[in-house]
């Protein structure tokens, strides 16, 4: 046996060992993927709510009633909503748009095609290194839209407290004028 011949003959077996090392990677990556458009769906329902939150108008009787510092923490609360929702709406964006890049059309072309583990090793080691690149971007990008979501969520929270508290002040508000108007006849 030549020395040539050697290297031919242990290639085969450092692909595959390549390739083995491959398909847990992508399998991460699939797993990172799906956590990503998990974590969309919440968004746009959160995303929905604040928008909601947004429109909601107080009715005549919540607008008399209601206490000047109630007024000024719901109206505050919803102001921090104009600068929420840009941030929900490109994480959205950027989550819908990351499962149709060229660089995961590539990815999941190659991980489809039953030839790969064939291929010689500095083509495996070339998707190794975009395997890693693109598990790094959707992490980043998961750890992005998880700081997002609690952001979104703790305002529209912040919200409904807000007008929760508006409104049951409002709603006794009347009743306490009566009793003190009731008071001062008395008197």
Not at 104 to 133: M, S, T
Request: charged fraction near 30%; glycine fraction near 4%.
């Amino acid at each position: 046996m030549s020395v040539s011949e050697q290297p031919e003959s242990g290639e085969p077996e450092v692909a595959s060992a390549k390739w083995q090392e491959l398909e847990p990677r992508w399998k991460v990556v699939l797993g990172l993927e799906a956590t990503i458009d998990t974590l969309r769906l919440s968004m746009e329902g959160v995303r929905a709510e604040m928008e909601a939150s947004l429109k909601r108008n107080l009715t005549a009787e919540e607008k008399v009633n209601a206490l000047a510092a109630d007024m000024v923490q719901w109206t505050k609360a919803k102001s921090r909503i104009h600068y929420a929702l840009p941030k929900a709406r490109e994480f959205i964006h950027r989550a819908v748009w990351v499962k149709g890049t060229p660089e995961r059309k590539k990815l999941d072309e190659f991980f489809k095609n039953p030839i790969g583990a064939h291929l010689p090793v500095p083509e495996i080691d070339r998707v190794l290194g975009e395997l890693e690149n693109w598990r790094k971007d959707l992490q980043f990008l998961s750890a992005h839209g998880v700081t997002v979501h609690q952001e979104c969520k703790s305002i529209s929270a912040d919200v409904q407290a807000a007008l929760r508290t508006l409104q049951r002040n409002a709603a006794a508000r009347p009743a306490k004028k009566r009793g003190a108007t009731g008071a001062q006849r008395k008197l």
